[in-house]
């Protein structure tokens, strides 16, 4: 498992929001500890059993390290500085529609001040049946080897339901964020993953846009120690075309999912046709 | 979201940014009585790249010629587009032509500078080595000596590296304060009288950042008809040139199911992202805009999450009884609360299948 475990103290800001209350609920359900919620305005109320604070200072004698963020796009800027400056260290925001140039902004942040910024616009983080920040339905899971890394949400799913169902459970499953500008990426991933104890393998979800792909097929050809497969989406996308989130664009023949298809196999990791080719490929040469 | 070139050019006015002296037509007929100076270009105002090549952009050396050039202009569609505006410029006398851009890499997660001196149509072919980048750190933004480096790449002397110091410097304000994805400006002439100008302006803007830039007004025109009014109706749609009708949620669970009945064989009419959402009418009001699309079949595939299987089996139902689906309808639901999704739908009989795999095969069958 990477990041957070059972007893990561978690905060929601934005917990009185309809996502935030629905996905903190399930979240707990799951097992994750949620110490505190914060909404301004909405201190010294509660959602979910779980005490609700004006401001993230407030919370901080429950000693949080970890935040999901679920305000408005247009605020996600400040919540994210406030929990930064408060000092929790892991912060995933769950918002889609956060504009590019805070998203910049909170990358430099992130990676200046040594948090790990998870997202915009992704699924979040699920270790199972340890803990849990993001809105992974809870059912599809089943504890196991497999670290799964995607950048998409229902299509992680999709894969964790056909690993599950085939009996292979996962360590970690993480979204990066379907958005063009993103805090983690596959590198980080693969990086965090590397000697992980409880990885044996890991599973890469991506899809057309950027070189996200590309640079990790880099690393793992340097020697990565672990079976590595993937699926990439977007193989019939026209060039030019916004498919969805602003992540999934190719321009100028570059991001194709040829490219990536290449530079993945390039470096020895296998690429499925369908998403519920997956198991198959961890299987193979047991 | 991209601007038209007379709209990048407002914007390149208000920061300082050289551009020729113009104004914008919508019909032949306002050019008369108007101040010009001869000889123009006449530039035809669409979203798309190669507009140049594709004959969009003319000239004139008379009022007659000119009237003759836009009448032209405006009967015709260009790469398939209409010609609602066209920009009239004075000419320029060019020396040189270079290329300038700045747009955020989202690999390093900063703003990037690219120069070359190969400015003009063919950008998209010029070498890597011929085009000079530098990243803007979000700490610090624009700081002389990233001009001074790029302008003495471009081989610029004293006084056009003054200008192309200015010129950069206002197109960083232009790019933060507008939250632009992309400045360019190709071709940056440098004329025979020794100035720097923006013969071209591109500027997109982030659409997620519009609710602070009430002044920028939106423009659609790179998209049809049909996906103009998916969009109002807030569905991220697009057309595609077959004919499966497919409705999905997640993009790359949209994307995925292009790819998987691509290959079967089996060419999709559309990308439908449901997104994520719990309310069955916009389940529902889906099926109109897709219909419209005159698909041969419908493919419905849900991994529930957010979205809710029996939520959309609603919506399915509701669509069924309301509109006049003749098609075959294939569906696929898995995920939270399926089995009670799926009990509504065979209630309504309609069958669901519990995987894409099974779902696609029924797709061709019935495609046959």
Same mark, same amino acid.
């Given at each position: 498992?990477?990041?957070?475990?059972?007893?990561?103290?978690?905060?929601?800001?934005?917990?009185?929001g309809?996502?935030?209350?629905?996905?903190?609920?399930?979240m707990i359900?799951?097992?994750?500890k949620?110490?505190?919620?914060?909404?301004?305005g909405?201190?010294?109320?509660?959602?979910?059993?779980?005490?609700?604070f004006?401001t993230v200072?407030?919370?901080?004698?429950?000693?949080?390290?970890?935040?999901?963020?679920?305000?408005?796009?247009?605020f996600?800027?400040?919540?994210?500085?406030?929990?930064?400056?408060?000092?929790?260290?892991?912060?995933?925001?769950?918002?889609?529609?956060v504009?590019?140039?805070?998203?910049?902004?909170?990358y430099?942040?992130?990676?200046?001040?040594?948090?790990?910024?998870?997202?915009?616009?992704?699924?979040?983080?699920?270790?199972?049946f340890?803990?849990?920040?993001?809105?992974?339905?809870?059912?599809?899971?089943?504890?196991?080897?497999?670290?799964?890394?995607?950048?998409?949400?229902?299509?992680?799913?999709?894969?964790?339901?056909a690993?599950s169902?085939a009996?292979l459970?996962?360590?970690?499953?993480l979204?990066?964020g379907?958005d063009a500008?993103v805090?983690?990426?596959?590198?980080?991933?693969?990086?965090?993953?590397?000697?992980?104890?409880?990885?044996?393998?890991?599973?890469?979800?991506g899809?057309?846009?950027?070189?996200?792909?590309?640079?990790?097929?880099?690393?793992?050809?340097?020697?990565?120690?672990?079976?590595?497969?993937?699926?990439?989406?977007?193989?019939?996308?026209?060039?030019?075309?916004?498919?969805?989130?602003?992540?999934?664009?190719?321009?100028?023949?570059?991001?194709?999912?040829?490219?990536?298809?290449?530079?993945?196999?390039?470096a020895?990791?296998?690429?499925?046709?369908?998403?519920?080719?997956?198991p198959?490929?961890?299987n193979?040469?047991? | 979201?991209?601007?038209?070139?007379f709209?990048?050019?407002?914007?390149f006015?208000?920061?300082?940014?050289?551009?020729p002296?113009?104004?914008?037509?919508?019909?032949?007929?306002?050019?008369?009585?108007?101040?010009?100076?001869?000889?123009v270009?006449?530039k035809?105002?669409?979203?798309?790249?190669?507009?140049?090549?594709a004959?969009?952009?003319?000239?004139?050396?008379?009022?007659?010629s000119?009237?003759?050039v836009?009448?032209?202009?405006?009967s015709?569609?260009?790469?398939?587009?209409?010609?609602?505006?066209?920009?009239?410029?004075?000419?320029?006398?060019?020396?040189?032509?270079?290329?300038?851009?700045?747009?955020?890499?989202?690999s390093?997660?900063?703003?990037?500078?690219?120069?070359?001196?190969?400015?003009?149509?063919?950008?998209?072919?010029?070498?890597?080595?011929d085009?000079?980048?530098?990243?803007i750190?979000?700490?610090?933004?624009?700081?002389?000596? +990233?001009?001074? *480096?790029?302008?003495?790449? @471009?081989g /610029?002397?004293?006084?056009?590296? %003054?200008? #192309?110091? &200015?010129l950069l410097?206002?197109?960083?304000?232009l790019?933060e304060?507008?939250?632009?994805?992309?400045?360019?400006?190709?071709?940056?002439?440098?004329?025979?009288?020794?100035?720097?100008?923006?013969?071209?302006?591109?500027?997109?803007?982030?659409?997620?950042?519009?609710?602070?830039?009430?002044?920028?007004?939106?423009?659609?025109?790179?998209?049809?008809?049909?996906?103009?009014?998916?969009?109002?109706?807030?569905?991220?749609?697009?057309e595609?040139?077959?004919?499966?009708?497919?409705?999905?949620?997640?993009?790359? +669970?949209?994307? *995925?199911?292009?790819?998987? @009945?691509? /290959?079967?064989?089996?060419?999709? %009419?559309? #990308?439908? &992202?449901?997104?994520g959402?719990?309310?069955?009418?916009?389940?529902?009001?889906?099926?109109?805009?897709?219909?419209?699309?005159?698909?041969?079949?419908i493919?419905?595939?849900?991994?529930?999450?957010?979205?809710k299987?029996?939520?959309?089996?609603?919506?399915?139902?509701?669509?069924?009884n309301?509109?006049?689906?003749?098609?075959?309808?294939?569906?696929?639901?898995?995920?939270?609360?399926?089995e009670?999704?799926?009990?509504?739908?065979?209630?309504?009989?309609?069958?669901?299948?519990?995987n894409?795999?099974?779902?696609?095969?029924?797709?061709?069958?019935?495609?046959?």
């Amino acid at each position: 498992m990477v990041f957070i475990d059972k007893n990561t103290r978690i905060i929601v800001q934005g917990i009185t929001g309809h996502q935030g209350s629905f996905h903190s609920a399930e979240m707990i359900k799951f097992g994750a500890k949620v110490v505190a919620g914060i909404t301004p305005g909405k201190g010294g109320t509660k959602v979910n059993d779980v005490p609700v604070f004006d401001t993230v200072a407030e919370c901080m004698h429950l000693v949080p390290s970890a935040s999901m963020i679920s305000v408005p796009a247009p605020f996600v800027k400040d919540a994210f500085f406030e929990a930064m400056e408060n000092g929790i260290k892991i912060i995933y925001v769950l918002t889609e529609h956060v504009p590019k140039h805070d998203e910049v902004e909170m990358y430099a942040n992130a990676k200046r001040n040594g948090v790990i910024l998870i997202g915009p616009n992704g699924p979040g983080l699920t270790v199972p049946f340890e803990s849990k920040m993001g809105i992974m339905p809870n059912h599809i899971f089943k504890k196991g080897g497999v670290a799964v890394v995607s950048r998409s949400g229902t299509l992680t799913y999709e894969i964790v339901k056909a690993l599950s169902d085939a009996g292979l459970g996962q360590s970690t499953v993480l979204g990066l964020g379907g958005d063009a500008v993103v805090g983690l990426s596959f590198l980080d991933m693969l990086k965090a993953l590397k000697d992980d104890k409880d990885t044996n393998a890991v599973v890469l979800v991506g899809e057309i846009g950027g070189t996200a792909e590309e640079d990790a097929a880099e690393y793992i050809k340097k020697g990565f120690g672990k079976k590595v497969v993937a699926y990439i989406a977007g193989r019939s996308a026209p060039p030019g075309k916004r498919m969805g989130h602003a992540g999934a664009i190719i321009t100028r023949g570059k991001g194709t999912a040829e490219s990536k298809i290449k530079a993945l196999n390039d470096a020895g990791v296998k690429v499925a046709q369908y998403p519920q080719d997956i198991p198959s490929l961890i299987n193979e040469g047991k | 979201m991209n601007l038209f070139e007379f709209q990048g050019k407002e914007l390149f006015r208000k920061f300082g940014i050289p551009v020729p002296d113009g104004f914008v037509i919508s019909s032949e007929s306002e050019l008369d009585g108007k101040q010009i100076r001869w000889p123009v270009a006449i530039k035809s105002q669409v979203l798309v790249g190669g507009r140049g090549k594709a004959g969009g952009i003319k000239f004139a050396d008379s009022l007659e010629s000119a009237k003759s050039v836009a009448k032209e202009l405006f009967s015709a569609r260009l790469k398939g587009l209409k010609v609602r505006n066209l920009l009239i410029e004075g000419k320029l006398n060019i020396d040189k032509e270079l290329y300038i851009s700045i747009a955020i890499d989202t690999s390093a997660k900063q703003p990037l500078i690219m120069v070359s001196q190969k400015g003009g149509m063919d950008i998209e072919s010029v070498n890597d080595s011929d085009i000079y980048m530098q990243h803007i750190d979000p700490f610090v933004g624009f700081s002389q000596y +990233l001009a001074t *480096a790029a302008a003495k790449r @471009l081989g /610029l002397g004293a006084d056009l590296s %003054r200008q #192309f110091s &200015d010129l950069l410097s206002n197109m960083c304000k232009l790019f933060e304060q507008y939250d632009a994805e992309l400045v360019e400006i190709n071709p940056l002439v440098i004329t025979k009288e020794g100035k720097l100008m923006a013969a071209d302006a591109k500027v997109s803007i982030d659409q997620d950042s519009l609710f602070r830039h009430t002044d920028i007004k939106g423009s659609y025109d790179d998209l049809t008809d049909l996906e103009n009014e998916a969009r109002l109706k807030g569905y991220s749609f697009v057309e595609l040139d077959g004919t499966i009708g497919v409705v999905a949620n997640g993009a790359g +669970l949209t994307m *995925a199911t292009l790819d998987t @009945l691509l /290959l079967h064989g089996l060419k999709p %009419r559309n #990308f439908l &992202d449901l997104g994520g959402t719990d309310n069955t009418d916009i389940v529902k009001n889906a099926f109109p805009i897709l219909l419209k699309a005159n698909p041969k079949s419908i493919f419905v595939n849900i991994f529930g999450g957010v979205t809710k299987c029996d939520t959309v089996a609603q919506g399915i139902v509701a669509a069924k009884n309301e509109f006049d689906i003749s098609i075959p309808l294939v569906v696929r639901l898995s995920g939270v609360h399926e089995e009670e999704g799926r009990r509504i739908l065979e209630q309504n009989k309609i069958h669901a299948f519990p995987n894409m795999a099974d779902g696609v095969k029924k797709v061709a069958e019935l495609s046959k």
